[in-house]
């Protein structure tokens, strides 16, 4: 299991999660249970699905919550952008939300790459022991019982 606490995308995921929450106490009220909530949500589940994804056992696995994080950081950057364009919020508090999910965003990307990488290596490795194994196996098949 991983220390996600050590993670430096979680980190930032966090970071923005709170930033998120403080960004929408401005919104309309009328947004309550729309972009208010979506946004929450989103933003919440980055750092939650880092969480998730570090408590697993395999590489696959921990790939696949990162890549749920990555969407869920893309959603959220998207209704930054709502945000600005519905000009619910000052544009510098906007801007300073934006550069902290690009940081995220380019932070999380980072590692899931790195992660990729590396888990590619396992997998390279065990499809060559596993083609010998089977080429093994079909030579010996070749040679009778009573020879061996």
């Known amino acids: 299991m991983r220390d996600y606490r050590k993670i430096e995308a979680w980190q930032l995921a966090d970071d923005l999660a709170v930033a998120i929450y403080r960004l929408s106490n401005v919104l309309p009220r009328e947004e309550i249970y729309g972009l208010t ?8 589940s980055v750092a939650a699905n880092i969480v998730e994804g570090s408590a697993r056992e395999t590489k696959g696995d921990y790939l696949h919550f990162l890549h749920i994080a990555r969407g869920s950081l893309a959603e959220t950057r998207h209704f930054i952008h709502l945000t600005r364009r519905l000009e619910y919020v000052p544009e510098s ?33 065990a499809a060559t022991v596993k083609a010998l194994a089977v080429l093994g196996a079909a030579h010996l098949s070749l040679i009778p019982a009573h020879d061996l």
């Not at 909530?37 to 919440?44: G, H, L, P, T």
């Open 37 to 44: 909530s979506q946004m929450r949500r989103s933003a919440v």
């Open 93 to 125: 508090d906007a801007n300073a939300v934006e550069e902290l999910s690009r940081r995220a965003y380019a932070c999380l990307h980072g590692l899931i790459k790195a992660e990729e990488k590396d888990a590619g290596k396992p997998d390279r490795l």
